[in-house]
């Protein structure tokens, strides 16, 4: 689906960072940060990619911190309290 449609239908943009355990070296911490559409708040997306990473990969996982934001909003109106005269 291209990301247009999917931002209609509320997919937002996800931020995760990853915190994982080296496999070498289990007491050092790593970052990765995913970025993807995503839909807020169960995250299959995010999900699917932590279930693969369990899966296949060897550095344990320690945690994840998400932020999401809607890329397409609303268009916002003020009133502007001043009274221009044209000629």
Same mark, same amino acid.
């Not at 344990?60 to 009274?83: Q, T």
């Given at each position: 689906? !291209?990301? =247009?449609? @999917?931002? %209609?239908?509320?997919?937002?943009?996800?931020?995760?960072?990853? $915190?994982?355990?080296?496999?070498?070296?289990?007491?050092?911490?790593?970052?990765?940060?995913?970025?993807?559409?995503?839909?807020?708040?169960?995250? !299959?997306? =995010?999900? @699917?990619? %932590?279930?693969?990473?369990?899966?296949?990969?060897?550095?344990? $996982?320690?945690?994840?911190?998400?932020?999401?934001?809607?890329?397409?909003?609303?268009?916002?109106?003020?009133?502007?309290?001043?009274?221009?005269?044209?000629?």
């Amino acid at each position: 689906m !291209p990301d =247009l449609a @999917r931002q %209609l239908r509320d997919y937002r943009l996800t931020t995760a960072e990853i $915190l994982y355990h080296l496999p070498d070296h289990p007491s050092l911490l790593q970052s990765y940060v995913w970025q993807e559409l995503d839909l807020a708040p169960r995250f !299959p997306e =995010l999900r @699917r990619f %932590l279930d693969y990473w369990e899966r296949n990969l060897e550095g344990k $996982l320690h945690g994840v911190r998400v932020a999401c934001a809607g890329l397409i909003k609303p268009a916002e109106f003020r009133l502007n309290a001043s009274l221009l005269t044209l000629h």
